[in-house]
C-alpha cells in the first residue's frame, strides 16, 4: 500500500448506476475517492461490476457544474445562489400568475433520491399548483406498473434477489440484456445456471451473452413478445400444465383468458414471431414444469403494446402458480438506482405518494399532512409535455436531473419543443444537452455527496452515506426544491433528508415502518407497516392487494408495432445500453476508461445484411428513419436477420433521432424499441 492508500478511510453507500442498488465501499482520503469495490454488506454481497467499481469517478470530473448560471444574451453567466434562486421564483410566479399553473411541468429524476422526489412532487402539486409532474419511469417502466396493478394489484416486482439466486429452478428471462444493465444480477443467474444447474429461457432478437447460457434462445421479432406469450400459453393450456389448484383458489377471469390464448397455436405464433414452434414448445412445458422466474426489463416494457407484455408475463406466471413463493415471480429490472423510489414517491401525474389516487379519501388525508389543496386533474406525462411544449402550452419546465434531449424518443421535436418553452431551469451535475437550452442552471450534488434513500428494483429502502462533501458552491437537490418552494410562498422548514424522510412515513403507508436507524446497516423491503416489521421479501403470498384478494387474468390479443419495416425502411431498429455506459452518458462519458473501451455508438449488424449492403466491420453507415439520420460504425454482430441494434448513450449520434414517439395507449410509454429504418454505406 502506498502511505496515501493507507490513509483511507471506508464509507459504505449505494451505487449511483443501476436499480440492483449494490452497496459499494468507497475508500476516501481527505475529500478525495481513491477507489472503491463491492462491499460485502449490500445484496451484492461483495459483487461488483465495471460502473460501481470505477463509475464513481464522474465525481471528480472538471466538468461538474460548480456555480449556478444564468443565461443572459445567449451566454451563461456565473450568479450566487441568491440571485439564482430568485430569479427562478419570480419567474415561476410571474408565468403562472400569467397563464396559470397548467403551463409549467416538472421532470423528477430518478437518480434523485426518494427525499427529493418527494419534495419536488410535491413542490409542483401544492406550490406551483399542477399534477404536471413526471419522470423517465415514464421511459422505462411506466408499462410495469400499468400491467402489474392490473394483473396483480400492485406494481412492483414480486420476489427478492436472494429467493431469486438460492431457489428459482428456471429463469425465463426476456427483453433483458442483464449482463449488461444490471450486471450483478447477470452474473447471479450465470452462478445459478453453470453451479446448480438452473434451466434458463432467453427470448431476444439479439444473441445477449446469457443466450450463450441457456437451454432456449428464442430470437422473437422485435414487438412481438405478447403473441410469444400467449403461445406459451396456449402450449400449457392445451398440455393441461396449468396449476389448476392456484388458478381456482388464488385468480379470476381463466375462461376469459382461456379463450383468448386458444388462436395462439405453436404454429400462429411462429409466423407472427419467427421464433420456431419447436422452441415456443419447448420453453413452454419447461417454464410450467418448475419453479420458474420471470425477469425482464425494457425489451418487454418500451412498446405500444407494453402493458399487454407486461400483463401477458404476469398472466402466465399465475397460470401455472410461478407467485408468491421463493424463486418465481414476475420482476421487472429497474433502470435507474431509483426508479422504484422516484415512482414510490408519486413523482408521477395521475398518482400521489404511496400510488394514492387524485381525488380520493387517500388524496385529501394528504392534503391535511400538506396544508394545502392538490390538484384533481391529470397531469401531463413526459412525451405528452414535449408535446404540449413544442405547440406553445407548456411555457415553464423545471427539470431536475434528467436529460430529455437525449433520452426522450423523436429529438428533433423534443429539442423543439424545450426551445419553444419562456423559461427552462435544469437542475444538474453537468452541461447536458439539455442543460445547455436552459435560462438558470443550479448545480447539485452528486448521490455519493448528500445523504438520503433509494429503494432499489426489490423494493428494498437503502441508506446513502455521504461519501465526499459537494464539489463548488453544489447542493442537494432537495435543499434547492425548498429554497425555490420558500421564496414562492411555502412554509417549509425541512432541516436535513431525515426531517423529510419522517413526513414520507406519515404519507406513504409502504414506507411507514422504515426508519433510518433501522436500514443504517441493511435495507428494508415495503411494504413495512409499521416499526416491528420485518419488511416483505416475497409479494402476493396468501392474498393479492384486490378488492377481493385474487389475482386478476388480463388477457391481450397481439397488435403490431406502430411502424413495421416496409419497401421504403427495411429494418427494425431496436435501442438499449451496453455494459461500460449508462443512458445518456451524461456521467459515464466524464471517464476517460470508460470512453477508451466504448468511444463512439455503433451499429449492430446481422453478417448477411452486412454483406448485402457491402459493409464491413467498422464501416460508417447512415442509418434513416422517417424522422432524421445519424452515422455510425458497423460492427457485425449475431443479432436476428432483419434487425439492427445501437445504444442510445452517444448525443452526438443519437439513437432518438431515428425512434418515434408513439405511445402505448394505458402507460404512455413510447416505442423505444421498435422503428423502421433504412442503412446505407455512409
Ligand atoms: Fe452499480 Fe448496478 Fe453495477 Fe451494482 S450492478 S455495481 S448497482 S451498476
Known sequence: LTTREEETKKITSICPYCGVGCAIDYYVSGNEIIYAKGSPNGVNKGDDCIKGRYGWQFVHSEERLKKPLIKRNGKFEEVTWDEALNFVASRLKEIKEKYGAESIAGLSSAKCTNEENYLFQKFMRIVVGTNNVDHCARLCHASTVVGLFK????????????????????????????????????TMIKRSVKGRGAKLIVADPRDIELAEYSDIHMRQRPGTDVALINGMMNVIVSHGLEDREFVENRTEGYEKLKEIVKKYTPEYVEKLTGVPKEDIIKAAVLYATHRSAIIYAMGITQHTSGTG???????????????????????????????????DMGALPNVLPGYAKLGTRKAREIEKIWGGKIPEKDGLTVVEMMHAASKGVIKAMYIMGENPAVSDPDQKHVIQGL???????????????????????????????????????????????????????????????????????????????????????????????????????????????????????????????????????SPYEYKPPAEEPDEEYPFVLTTGRTYEHFHTGTLTRKIDGFNELIPEAFVEIHPEDADNLGVEDGDCIEVESRRGKIKVKAKIARIKKGVVFIPFHFAESAANVLTIDSLDPEAKIPELKVAAVRLKKC
Not at 420476489?159 to 450486471?183: C, K, M, Q, R, W
Open 151 to 186: 394483473v396483480f394489484g400492485s406494481g412492483a416486482m414480486t420476489n427478492s434477489l436472494e429467493d431469486l439466486e438460492n431457489d428459482a429452478e428456471l429463469y425465463f428471462v426476456i427483453g433483458s440484456n442483464t449482463t449488461h444493465a444490471h450486471p450483478v444480477i447477470g
Open 309 to 343: 407484455n407486461v400483463a401477458s408475463l404476469a398472466n402466465l406466471a399465475l397460470l401455472t402458480g410461478n407467485v408468491g413463493k421463493r424463486g418465481t415471480g414476475v420482476n421487472p429490472l429497474r433502470g435507474q438506482n431509483n426508479v422504484q423510489g422516484a415512482g
Open 419 to 553: 426551445k419553444n418553452l419562456e423559461f427552462l431551469v435544469v437542475q444538474d451535475l453537468f452541461m447536458s444537452e439539455t442543460a445547455q437550452l436552459a435560462d438558470v442552471i443550479l448545480p447539485a450534488a452528486s448521490s455519493l455527496e448528500k445523504e438520503g434513500t433509494f429503494t432499489n428494483t426489490e423494493r428494498r429502502v437503502q441508506l446513502l452515506h455521504r461519501i465526499v462533501e459537494p464539489v463548488g458552491k453544489a447542493k442537494p437537490d432537495w435543499w434547492i426544491i425548498q429554497e425555490i418552494a420558500k421564496r414562492m410562498g411555502a412554509d417549509w422548514n425541512y432541516e436535513n433528508p431525515k426531517d423529510i424522510f419522517e413526513e414520507i412515513r406519515k404519507v406513504v403507508p409502504q414506507y411507514s415502518g422504515i426508519t433510518y436507524e433501522r436500514i443504517e446497516k441493511f435495507g428494508l423491503q415495503w411494504p413495512c407497516p409499521d416499526k416491528n416489521h420485518e419488511g416483505t421479501k416475497i409479494l402476493h403470498e396468501d392474498i393479492f392487494p384486490t378488492p377481493n384478494g385474487l389475482a386478476r387474468f
